[in-house]
């Protein structure tokens, strides 16, 4: 059984301020139980805070980008190392965002989850289809070429911990989610991917989150699907109550 991981992308919002309100209202509206993950992807500036006030919670951190090199001259970017000292145990790696507005390929986003993996901070990997692909019939396609290219020789002792989250890009901020069977149509064909590059009990154990408007309505049905493990969720997850329900799921 895989469990469950939620984790909220609050891509580039928040203050210190705002970001320690939500985390004061969210862990007190967080049911406490251990039967989902729950990460916030938060902005670098906040980072050391929220750090602090989620000790000794169950809600873990995580950044939404990194650079895939020790130290050196990459101005304006962060290494691994520096959001290991927050504790970050988590990364968005190759957001459609990164991937259109900054310019991010393959081969790039291979070395960034090559580098989270060795270092011990889990990579969340995101793959999806643009409208137009969508509707060309290249769902498949999109999705093959970005999940082999950013998996393909990685050490497979390291490819169990990866979480894969399918974007389809259309999907993202725009209210219209996936249907809950088409989104579980693409995640089972990735997971048969994974099978192909690893092995089945990789492909197994690998846990695949959906994400695109995602919201407190429609997580549940979500979560039916067999192959659904999780969410990435933007707005939704910028207010503590909002999100609260989501990971509350079960309830
Ligand atoms: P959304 O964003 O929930 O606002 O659609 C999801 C994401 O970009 O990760």
């Not at 090559?114 to 995101?126: E, F, M, R, S």
């Not at 950013?150 to 497979?156: T, V, W, Y």
């Not at 089945?200 to 979500?222: F, P, W």
Request: with cysteine.
């Amino acid at each position: 059984m895989r469990k469950p991981i939620i984790a909220a992308n609050w891509k580039m919002h928040k203050t210190v301020k705002e970001a320690l309100d939500f985390v004061e209202k969210f862990k007190a509206l967080v049911v406490k139980n251990n039967e989902v993950d729950i990460i916030l992807c938060v902005p670098y500036t906040v980072l050391a805070s929220v750090a602090q006030s989620l000790s000794g919670s169950t809600v873990n951190l995580g950044a939404q980008n990194m650079y895939h090199q020790d130290k050196g001259a990459f101005t304006g970017e962060i290494a691994p190392a520096m959001l290991l000292e927050f504790e970050t145990r988590y990364v968005i790696i190759g957001h459609s965002e990164r991937r259109e507005i900054f310019g991010e390929t393959d081969e790039l986003i291979r070395e960034k989850v090559n580098k989270a993996l060795q270092l011990g901070i889990t990579p969340i990997l995101c793959v999806g289809e643009t409208s137009e692909e969508r509707e060309g019939g290249f769902t498949e396609a999109k999705c093959r070429k970005q999940v082999e290219s950013a998996l393909k020789g990685l050490d497979k002792s390291l490819a169990a911990q990866i979480i894969i989250a399918y974007e389809p890009i259309w999907a993202i901020g725009t209210g219209k989610t996936a249907s809950s069977n088409d989104a579980e149509e693409t995640i089972a064909y990735i997971r048969r991917l994974v099978a192909g590059i690893f092995d089945e009990t990789t492909a197994q154990t690998i846990r695949i989150q959906y994400g695109g408007s995602v919201k407190s309505d429609n997580i549940k049905e979500l979560m039916t699907k067999p192959n659904i493990d999780g969410a990435l969720v933007g707005g939704a997850s910028l207010d503590a109550e909002s999100f609260a329900k989501i990971v509350n799921f079960k309830e």
